[in-house]
């Protein structure tokens, strides 16, 4: 592929309120594809003291046992993955989706990297919320109407009952004995918010925190970095999340938990949790809200 049909990309401002980052995204698969065989275990929802899901270092979460089709190798991402080329020469590396929108691209300019999810078709599967019979109520979904590179976000809407309630997560979960991120150095995810109100900027004061976590080493690490929504996601657009994989070293704002063993990849997810009281200006209950997706990769 020649240069110019690379997607051009602007500068993002990475979220939590910590660093901005230039950041492209690692080109792969742009059809959304199940980068491994997926089996059920959520790994519960982050409470608001920012604590995450509780599953036993040798044993899959206690949700486990809802049937997820597979999707592919445990340790890979989906067929049409490409590794990403240097920041000078992308163009080598981008994946076109010939399927959707008559072939859109997803790909960023890194070192070296890949797409796990890009969500350009309906395909999902892999994917579940929690918690599954709330509160809050939580609904897994689709839409072909929005996206951050190419048209095509996973959705998960929830319902919060009450301000100082569970939080609710989106999480995929890696079948067998998990799958390997090699070399891996961060974990990107891009995500926007859309309450289903009209308070305005007092629906996002009502939401407290977001969480990106993983979970590897046999469920046994619980790695995450955690940061404000209010007022970042107020502009209703599209902010990036990363994780680090170096744990308490890394110097990341808001990371915590242990190293992620990139060899033992059980889960990765995303979580929100409302406010513990009602702030000033936000509606009595926090607002039913769309949680949305997408183009998720490894650097």
Not at 184 to 210: E, I, N, Y
Not at 270 to 278: E, M
Request: aromatic fraction near 8%; include cysteine.
């Amino acid at each position: 592929m020649g240069a110019a049909s690379l997607v051009a990309l602007c500068r993002c401002t990475l979220l939590f309120d910590l660093t901005s980052l230039d950041r492209g995204t690692a080109a792969g698969s742009a059809d959304g594809a199940d980068p491994s065989a997926a089996s059920d275990g959520p790994g519960g929802v982050a409470p608001s003291d920012g604590a995450g899901p509780d599953a036993p270092a040798d044993a899959p979460p206690p949700d486990a046992g809802r049937a997820i089709d597979s999707g592919g190798p445990a340790d890979a991402p989906g067929a049409d993955a490409r590794e990403a080329s240097t920041a000078d020469a992308p163009a080598e590396a981008a994946a076109v989706d010939a399927s959707a929108d008559g072939g859109c691209t997803t790909a960023y300019s890194v070192v070296s990297g890949r797409v796990l999810f890009a969500f350009n078709t309906g395909d999902v599967l892999g994917w579940t919320t929690t918690p599954s019979a709330g509160p809050p109520s939580t609904a897994l979904g689709w839409t072909g109407a929005d996206g951050k590179s190419c048209p095509g976000a996973l959705t998960m809407t929830v319902g919060f009952n009450a301000y100082g309630g569970n939080g609710a997560t989106a999480q995929f979960t890696y079948g067998g004995p998990g799958a390997s991120w090699g070399s891996a150095s961060r974990l990107h995810l891009w995500m926007k918010l859309q309450p289903l109100d009209d308070a305005g900027a007092g629906d996002f004061a009502a939401l407290a925190t977001v969480e990106l976590f993983v979970l590897s080493n046999t469920w046994a690490n619980y790695s995450f970095a955690s940061g404000t929504i209010y007022p970042t996601f107020a502009d209703g657009a599209w902010h990036e999340l990363v994780l680090d994989v170096v744990g308490a070293d890394s110097g990341q704002p808001g990371r915590s938990g242990p190293d992620v063993v990139t060899s033992s990849i059980q889960q990765f997810g995303v979580s929100i949790t409302p406010a513990s009281a009602r702030p000033s200006g936000a509606p009595p209950a926090p607002p039913t809200t769309v949680v949305l997706v997408d183009d998720i990769w490894l650097e």
